[in-house]
């Protein structure tokens, strides 16, 4: 196992760039490496994506020339963290972070014993299924373990210096968003004083401990927008989410039919659903 690809870039001053896929859909992440991302964002959170059966899937990543991630569906769920490191994940991003115990717990359950609490089987996938090599599979994937940490609760923002300080913590999320909600502002993530107060809390302790943030445009990526978001501290850009990708392409190839009929004699069209977008935010 070599060091994590995302890390060396980083190490090189190279922007990875990734997207969050919920589809979890072979020929879509095919096309993410044919087209040169990075990485890939396999959500197991919001999506019906199973972060215990991702075999498969990995094979694909691995095929596309792509970093998986995987995100579990709570701090809690620790065996689909572990499944889904035998299968070959990266990193595990975990959500809804509380504390920096919660993510110790995850440390502790993808971690070998006598150190950590994780199980002992040759019999996976990731060390290649062998009994004589698997002395050096634990100390190098207890060596290389990278657990994401998304910053989206305000227990977490209170703890963000012990949750950075962690040694198996190199990049993070910080989640607008969910944080928004969670400080009673709604959707105003990027209008509100408490959200912004919070980000740059969380920036300053990254930089303090050396972590790396992932983030970025997810709705509206484009020059402007990345660039802003690297000048804001960002270091591992993660620009779109495959179903809203394909929803905005959608959109956008209607209204250049729509258009084209307009100009016609003697055509028409429906009109379109109202879009899925805000028009500013």
């Not at 992440?29 to 087209?35: D, M, N, P, Q, S």
């Not at 408490?194 to 997810?218: F, S, Y």
């Amino acid at each position: 196992m070599a060091r994590n690809r995302l890390l060396t870039m980083l190490d090189e001053h190279v922007v990875p760039i990734g997207m969050q896929c919920f589809t979890g859909d072979h020929t879509l992440i095919e096309v993410l490496g044919a087209t040169g991302f990075d990485y890939v964002w396999l959500d197991s959170e919001h999506s019906a994506l199973d972060p215990r059966a991702l075999e498969d899937t990995m094979r694909t990543c691995e095929v596309a020339g792509l970093v998986p991630l995987v995100r579990i569906p709570d701090p809690a769920d620790t065996t689909s963290a572990r499944r889904a490191l035998e299968a070959g994940a990266a990193g595990i991003v975990v959500p809804m972070v509380r504390s920096a115990a919660d993510v110790r717990e995850v440390i502790d359950a993808l971690t070998f014993l006598p150190r950590g609490t994780r199980g002992l089987c040759p019999a996976l996938r990731v060390p290649g299924y062998t009994v004589a090599g698997f002395d050096d599979y634990l100390r190098e994937s207890d060596a290389g373990l990278l657990v994401i940490p998304m910053i989206e609760t305000v227990e977490a923002v209170a703890e963000i210096d012990q949750i950075c300080a962690l040694e198996q913590v190199e990049l993070l999320v910080f989640a607008a968003g969910e944080l928004a909600f969670a400080l009673g502002e709604g959707p105003g993530m990027h209008s509100s004083p408490a959200v912004r107060e919070a980000q740059r809390a969380v920036h300053a302790a990254a930089k303090r401990h050396g972590v790396a943030l992932i983030g970025g445009p997810i709705l509206d990526p484009s020059a402007e927008t990345c660039a802003a978001a690297l000048e804001n501290g960002i270091s591992v850009l993660c620009v779109g989410l495959d179903v809203l990708a394909f929803r905005r392409l959608c959109e956008t190839t209607v209204a250049a039919a729509d258009a084209g009929v307009a100009a016609s004699n003697g055509y028409t069209r429906p009109p379109a659903p109202p879009s899925g977008f805000p028009s500013s935010y």
